[in-house]
T-cell receptor, first 113, second 114 residues
Framework: SQQGEEDPQALSIQEGENATMNCSYK?????LQWYRQNSGRGLVHLIL?????REKHSGRLRVTLDTSKKSSSLLITASRAADTASYFC?????????????FGSGTRLLVRP | ETGVTQTPRHLVMGMTNKKSLKCEQH?????MYWYKQSAKKPLELMFV???????ENNSVPSRFSPECPNSSHLFLHLHTLQPEDSALYLC?????????????FGPGTRLTVT
């Protein structure tokens, strides 16, 4: 099973609405990162939140982290059609004798104009 | 695409072909990565290089052979691939090969094995 799992798998909203995506993970972390991927393209780093932080903002993005629940959320406010993409959380984890960044399966966001 | 370039962007190859994917980063980073992204599967880390030395090989079949001649360039040599190897191959770089650093990705090479 995955270190990070996003929920929901797919989300469709109207332009102007807010979009909330959640990420749950299993083991303790030092940081959690959110990435965005437009269809068939590379991932773009959005925000990194450290384990001692509870909330972080970047423009229309707000990320929260609850280490007691091992979960994070990404909120996109006032969504635009251009926000249509897949969003991934990534957590650091000790896997197979090394420290890695493990990505979840992603949430596919569709923002309807 | 933010300082990491990949060529070619699309590649179709037969199972007996030999081809290479190229990645170049212009960010002055010391770590580079190859990932495989298949449909409906999480991103799979294949190889990690730190200062031109391979520090990670995640049980990748030998038909994939990485090469890192310097800290700015990374190659993935392909030979006798299988149809299930069809995927988007992503290159990434980071300041250091540690999971605390954000990674910068290239646009990917869409590989189709026929």
């Amino acid at each position: 099973s995955q270190q990070g799992e996003e929920d929901p798998q797919a989300l469709s909203i109207q332009e102007g609405e807010n979009a909330t995506m959640n990420c749950s993970y299993k083991t303790s972390i030092n940081n959690l990162q959110w990435y965005r991927q437009n269809s068939g393209r590379g991932l773009v780093h959005l925000i990194l939140i450290r384990s001692n932080e509870r909330e972080k903002h970047s423009g229309r993005l707000r990320v929260t982290l609850d280490t007691s629940k091992k979960s994070s959320s990404l909120l996109i406010t006032a969504s635009r059609a251009a926000d249509t993409a897949s969003y991934f959380c990534a957590t650091d984890a000790w896997v197979d004798s090394s420290y890695k960044l493990i990505f979840g399966s992603g949430t596919r966001l569709l923002v309807r104009p | 695409e933010t300082g990491v370039t990949q060529t070619p962007r699309h590649l179709v190859m037969g199972m007996t072909n030999k081809k290479s994917l190229k990645c170049e980063q212009h960010l002055g980073h010391n770590a580079m990565y190859w990932y495989k992204q298949s449909a409906k599967k999480p991103l799979e880390l294949m190889f990690v290089y730190s200062l031109e030395e391979r520090v990670e090989n995640n049980s990748v079949p030998s038909r994939f052979s990485p090469e890192c001649p310097n800290s700015s360039h990374l190659f993935l040599h392909l030979h006798t691939l299988q149809p299930e190897d069809s995927a988007l191959y992503l290159c990434a770089s980071s300041q250091l090969p540690l999971a605390i650093h954000e990674q910068y990705f290239g646009p990917g090479t869409r590989l189709t094995v026929t």
